[in-house]
């Protein structure tokens, strides 16, 4: 004998499945964003991270090194991301397409090019979007695609690193060293107190250094008194896609590092 139990569990089922499903179908078509936009409960971040990248040591990052290529033009610190910190309700509704930032491409080329041979550089200024521009849509000024990567692209002529640290007796380099204290003074009056300098450690057990985090206030004020507590974990772990850049660490106190010259010709081995 049949028991009607089963066709009654399987209906149960079934209707689970279609319930959990409409939700989904809700999170991805961003119906919690038809609410009214409440800047209280919306903008709840209060600081961002603007993270510039040193070409010079920004292969070091990639685990697959041969996917790095930097282009002859790039000489200069560039920009990873302007990203706002713990941010919630970030509208992932938002696309972004190539006329949004067709203005300011000439720009962008030079400030924010892509290092990753199989990723262009809209690309990667796509997936910045996506992941963090989004969250900062709730601020006036950074509203839009076009407007987020304005300020970018202001922030960068802000903070002319390279030559901070040139006057401050500090070169690319394949044979010196330097001290985290050293590198952090000079920057300090011009970054901010709570800067952070990024290495990787590279295939030789060195410390490379290849990025600075900056962080800043809403208003885009120098420091900031909120959390400042990275979210950005992408790229850690092992299941990581081959080009995505590791998340580096702070270059350890302890530990000179490398700011190693720029190679165009083995960008992942600039000095050996
Ligand atoms: C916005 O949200 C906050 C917290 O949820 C609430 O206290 C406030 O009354 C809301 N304001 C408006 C205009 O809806
Ligand atoms: C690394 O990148 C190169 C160049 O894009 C590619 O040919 C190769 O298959 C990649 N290796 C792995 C392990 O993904
Ligand atoms: C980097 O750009 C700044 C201007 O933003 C310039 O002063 C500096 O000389 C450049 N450095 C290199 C190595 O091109
Ligand atoms: C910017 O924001 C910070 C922190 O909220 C505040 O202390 C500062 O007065 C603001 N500055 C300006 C120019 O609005």
Redesign the pocket.
Known sequence: MRSPVLPLLLSFFLLQVLVSATHWEDYKYGRQDLEPLNKTSYCTWKCLLFTLQWPGGFCQSLNNKTECRIPQSI???TIHGLWPVRAKHCCSCWPMFHSDVQELEAELNEQWPSFVKTKSSFHFWRDEWKKHGVCAGCVEGMNSPHRYFQICLKLR?RF?I??IL?DGGVVPSCKRLYKVEEVHSILTPHLGEKHEIQCVTDSKEREVWFQVKVPLAQNLTLGCHGDTEKDHGTGAGGASPEWIPSPGHPCPPQLPFYYFPINYKQPQQPCD
């Open positions: 000489s200069n610190w002529r002319n390279y030559k040139e």
